[in-house]
């Protein structure tokens, strides 16, 4: 079955980058892992899950307005990673973010609801400091 793994976070000062990565795995087909929707969500302590920034099969991008402008969303098919490029990083950005893919093939259309994803990473820990 499908497994995500994050990777990339750390801790930084306010208006630093950090670039995360999720690589999948167990796709029987390269079109099946181009084929779906994933998306980078995060969670504050205390707070619901949240996302981020999700993609679709075709490319279709929608950010959280609280990143749009800062951060970048990106698939890198021949690696099958999922990348997340956070720029201008700000102490609210602070949270544990989490790759999740759906488990339909031809996925189209905007998701943003943790109960509509199937697949999960652990998740890697974003720290950032004023």
């Known amino acids: 079955q499908v497994q995500l793994v994050e990777s990339g976070g750390g801790s930084v000062q306010a208006g630093g980058s950090l670039r995360l990565s999720c690589a999948a795995s167990?796709?029987?087909?390269?079109?099946?892992?181009?084929?779906?929707?994933m998306g980078w969500f995060r969670q504050r302590p205390g707070k619901e899950r949240e996302a981020v920034a999700v993609i679709d099969s075709h490319g279709l991008i929608v950010y959280a307005n609280s990143v749009k402008g800062r951060f970048t969303i990106s698939k890198d098919n021949a690696e099958n990673t999922l990348h997340l490029q956070m720029n201008s990083l700000k102490p609210e950005d602070t949270a544990m973010y989490y790759c999740?893919?759906?488990?339909?093939?031809?996925?189209?259309?905007?998701?943003?609801?943790?109960?509509?994803?199937?697949?999960w990473g652990q998740g890697t820990q974003v720290t950032v400091s004023s």
């Open positions: 999740a893919a759906r488990a339909a093939t031809s996925c189209s259309g905007v998701f943003l609801f943790e109960n509509q994803y199937n697949y």
């Open positions: 167990g796709y029987t087909y390269s079109s099946a892992y181009n084929s779906a929707c």
